[in-house]
């Protein structure tokens, strides 16, 4: 199968080894991988802050860069719900009905990771090998908008060598939230170190998530405690081998 990357901001500028590791994991199992150069935001951080005007040129360069594709996949449950549920009603509150239709028939090809894994490729155990202690966050934007429910925890049951933990309130948010963690920092902290005492508490050397904006989030507050728990990305794991 050929599938176009969709890398996301965040993995472009600052976690690049989850999108390389997308792509490591796909060719290891037989797909055509390709990385359209035209592509930039999704535009979710312009939506959820109240810029909808603003985020309309980035929904109409996502149609035109991903259009010739038939599958997209993003190693973010976040942005995959962004492109799925806003970009229809962004053409559409600008008045382009043409556009709507567009987008909304592009993300009905637009998956998270595990998504095009477990229901479009059919593959459940990708053959990968990582001898180590996890415990698995599932973000609020992958369960509440994607609904990947609970295709990331089946493929990590499949890995090799490693020991799966569960996580305390696991579906409780880290209190990232984009922009909620700057305009709201001190209920975020606290969310956060909620999270980070579950994480603590299962004894996991690694605390893995499917999207890295809340890796970073958890990340960050796991470092500044002096914690030994490190933060991988699920495409990281998937793909070792």
């Known amino acids: 199968m050929r599938i176009a990357l969709f890398a996301t901001c965040l993995a472009d500028t600052l976690f690049p080894e989850a999108a390389k590791a997308t792509v490591r994991l796909l060719e290891r ?21 109240g810029y909808q005007k603003d985020a309309l040129p980035l929904v109409k360069r996502y149609v035109k860069t991903f259009s010739p594709y038939e599958v997209i996949v993003a190693p973010s449950g976040s942005c995959v719900g962004s492109i799925r549920h806003q970009h229809a009603l962004v053409a559409s509150a600008a008045g382009e009905a043409g556009l709507a239709a567009r987008a909304e028939d592009l993300g009905a090809r637009t998956y998270e990771l595990s998504e095009l894994l477990v229901d479009v490729l059919r593959v459940e155990d990708v053959g990968a090998y990582y001898p180590h202690r996890v415990t698995y966050h599932p973000t609020c934007h992958s369960l509440r908008m994607t609904r990947v429910g609970d295709k990331p925890l089946r493929l ?16 409780q948010c880290c209190g990232f939230g984009g922009t909620f963690s700057v305009k709201n920092a001190e209920t975020s902290a606290a969310m956060l170190a909620d999270k980070m005492t579950a994480i603590e508490s299962t004894g996991a050397g690694v605390c893995s998530a499917g999207d890295a904006s809340c890796l970073m989030h958890i990340g960050g507050g796991l470092r500044r405690r002096d914690s030994a728990v490190k933060t991988v990305h699920l495409a990281e794991i998937l793909a070792a081998t």
């Not at 199992?29 to 802050?49: D, K, R, Y």
């Not at 060598?161 to 579906?171: C, F, T």
């Open 29 to 49: 199992l037989g797909h055509e991988v390709v990385f359209p150069f035209e592509q930039t935001c999704c535009g979710q951080m312009h939506v959820n802050t």
């Open 156 to 171: 990590l049951r499949n890995v090799r060598g490693m020991e799966l933990i569960e996580l305390p309130a696991a579906e």
